[in-house]
């Protein structure tokens, strides 16, 4: 039988004014399955994932999300589909005035997430446990390294135990240490939580890593898809670029 799917995005268009950016995405992520997305900087990627979660509206095309036509979604259903989907947001950022298990437990207000098994501070320690912070629980974002942020922001998004979860970029501005490192946690955290992950990123070590295919954005299309050694062997210009 085929495998789930958890992501359908069908033929996406979303332009800014003369600015056009998708033209016409097509994108489907299967349950377990860690897609890659690469593309040059300003090509789309980040305003896709917000399509999928609806943060941006797009002009035209399908989304569905587990099941849920997300276009026709009302607030409360959109709430929903949100708690589904964890989205590590380029840049990470925290909440700088919060302690980590302040800016933990935002989500858990936020959304009003009801968990029969765990209360809050239960589902804290479980998500911090995860990316190995346990000990920074009661820290400022401004004594963790930049490491550190991306490991909480991680474990925040944890938090609501998605299906899915959604990189953005998850290890810009780290070193190849560290980077290798967070590309090994989101293996980890993939096998223990039984998510499904699209990851957007520059980081070929990380693709290589984390993904099990990755498709290759340029000028508002994917134009291939493919495991990093097929693409690593392409002789196309384009497709090489990202290899050397
Ligand atoms: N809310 C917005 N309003 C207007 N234009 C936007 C908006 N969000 C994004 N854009 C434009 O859409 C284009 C794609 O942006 P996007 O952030 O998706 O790029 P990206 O592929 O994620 O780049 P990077 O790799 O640098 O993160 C850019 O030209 C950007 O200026
Ligand atoms: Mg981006």
Known sequence: MDRER???VD?????????????????T?????NLGIVGKSGIGKSVLTKCIV???????????VMGTNVLACDDSELNEVRKKVGYLF???????S???????????????????EHDTEELIERSLRSVGLLDSIDSMPSELSGGMKKRIALARTLILNPGIILYDE???????VTSGEISELMLKIREEYNTASIIITHDMKCAKIATDSIKIMSEGIFIVEGT?????????????DYFI
């Open 54 to 64: 609806r943060l941006i509206e797009p002009d035209a095309g399908g989304i569905e």
């Open 228 to 240: 990093y050694d097929e693409l690593s062997r392409s002789d196309e210009k384009e497709i090489r």
């Open 29 to 33: 992520l299967h349950k377990g399955e």
């Open 11 to 27: 033929s996406l268009y979303k332009s800014f004014k003369d600015n056009h950016i998708l033209h016409g995405i097509d994108l």
């Open 6 to 8: 958890v992501i359908v």
């Open 98 to 116: 919060m302690s980590v298990r302040e800016n933990l437990s935002f989500p858990i207000r936020r959304t009003q997430f009801k968990d029969k």
């Open 90 to 96: 380029q840049g990470g950022a925290l909440y700088d």
């Open 170 to 176: 998850p290890t810009t501005g780290l070193d190849a």
